[in-house]
């Protein structure tokens, strides 16, 4: 007897084959080294969430990531001359910066008209591996339109359109160029610090797809 049912294929199971390539549900693995903290090396962490900032000729795909405890780390994969580099941020509080810096010398960062070159007062354990000795203000400020949407595979919105939550970035850098440190201001003052690693893509030793589509 014939049988339509017979005609269905199962449908593919999806591949993951790049960390840029990443959807909400997909997990991915790091690798097991001292390079990280605790609470990140070796773990498992699940993508909570896909979001871009828009930039006036570019944009960058942001990654939230998770781990079991619910500590939360972002990550954006960075392309340059044919290599791809994986940027791991955590976002710091006001008492972190005043125990890292100082807030009398991260207010230099706003007050001085020329880049600014930022010395690192501490490193508190918890944030060790994130920080560099020393920073160097790498551009002046710039505007970012933030959006709490993967536009990978959409048209962006046009420069400065309403859709995008507009803030302004300064970004320093260490000499080695393997830590930054990245300061968001959104409208009405309110300020967000990052503290970012830089690491080879092949930190990234596994992964895994979700049910994402």
Not at 8 to 13: D, F, G, I, L, T
Not at 89 to 103: C, G, P, Y
Not at 147 to 161: G, I, M, T, V, W
């Amino acid at each position: 007897m014939f049988s339509f049912f017979k005609s269905k294929k199962n449908k593919p199971e999806r591949q993951l084959n790049d960390a840029s390539q990443l959807k909400s549900g997909d997990m991915l693995q790091v690798i097991d080294s001292f390079a990280y903290p605790a609470w990140l090396k070796g773990q498992m962490l699940k993508v909570a969430d896909v979001q871009t900032y828009q930039y006036e000729r570019s944009s960058d795909t942001e990654f939230v990531l998770e781990t079991d405890s619910g500590q939360v780390v972002f990550l954006q994969i960075e392309k340059e001359d044919g290599e791809q580099w994986a940027n791991f941020s955590i976002k710091v509080q006001r008492e972190d910066v005043n125990a890292i810096f100082t807030l009398d010398e991260f207010s230099r960062i706003f007050d001085e008209e020329d880049l600014t070159h930022l010395k690192t007062n501490d490193k508190p354990s918890q944030f060790s591996q994130f920080l560099a000795d020393e920073y160097k203000q790498t551009e002046d400020p710039y505007v970012a339109y933030f959006h709490k949407q993967d536009f990978r595979n959409l048209a962006l919105p046009r420069y400065e359109s309403e859709s995008g939550e507009p803030c302004e970035m300064i970004t320093l850098m260490s000499p080695q160029e393997s830590h930054s440190l990245n300061i968001e201001i959104w409208d009405g003052g309110d300020t967000e610090v990052s503290l970012t690693l830089t690491r080879p893509i092949t930190d990234i030793v596994d992964l895994f797809p979700g049910s994402a589509t």
